[in-house]
């Protein structure tokens, strides 16, 4: 299985999973399918299918561009967002496959939109594991509240989310990797995992490479967000139970003028 990150608009990323034995390849939120199919071609691959993890128009805003240029081509999307161009729609819990070693485990991630889903692609080849996360999880963030609730972004995170192997690779739906990092570090100032994954992202950009992968494990580590069952994060905020905490947030991250 090979993953291959694709900068798209100003700071979205779509992605190619491609099966490396059969050189087909699953497409990503391809907002900008001519850059996704250049991608593929360049790996030597084929796009059979479509993943929109959100109705958003910077990540299903490809999808009807790429039913033209791959005819016949599948584009499975949540059952509860209206996502542009989608042909098959999923649910929690729906399996699909990539070849005989990919599998692929839609997982619903409610609150950015009622209908985000979440993609979770395991590999027969013992690799670890990775999940597509849009707009839910970002390194060191999370996706505002724009359809749903504190409750509902808890249960994404930190119950759905948080209870994939801690090695699973977090493939985000945005290159917000610094600006999420300087935010956190006002949270937790003392805290020398985020410190030292902000010289690393720095380093990366610098470079002109992505910020992706990180994994479930890092996540407990450097995202409040991620953290809020830890009675001392509770306590910063004044909060009584985990969901107050990740509300609070949530607020000052939307107030936050970086």
Known sequence: ??????????????????????????????????KVLKAASEAGAEVDFVLTTHHHWDHA?????????????????????????????VENGTKLSLGNDIEILCL????????????YVTSKEGEDPAVFTGDTLFIAGCGRFFEGTAEQMYQSLIVTLGSLPKSTRVYCGHEYTLKSL???????PENEKMKQKLEWAEKQLEANQPTVPSTIGDEFQINTFMRVDLPEIQAKFGAKSPVEALREVRKIKDNWKG
């Open 1 to 34: 299985m090979k993953i291959i990150p694709v900068p798209c608009l100003e700071d979205n990323y779509a992605y190619l999973i491609v099966n490396e034995s059969t050189k087909k390849a699953a497409a990503v939120d391809p907002v900008e399918p001519e």
């Open 61 to 89: 805003g490809g999808n009807e561009k790429m039913r033209e240029q791959v005819p016949g081509i599948k584009v499975f999307g949540g059952s509860l967002d209206n996502v542009k161009g989608c042909t098959d729609q």
């Open 108 to 119: 619903h991630t409610p609150c950015h939109t009622k209908g985000h889903i979440s993609y």
């Open 182 to 188: 300087k935010f956190m570090l006002t949270l937790e």
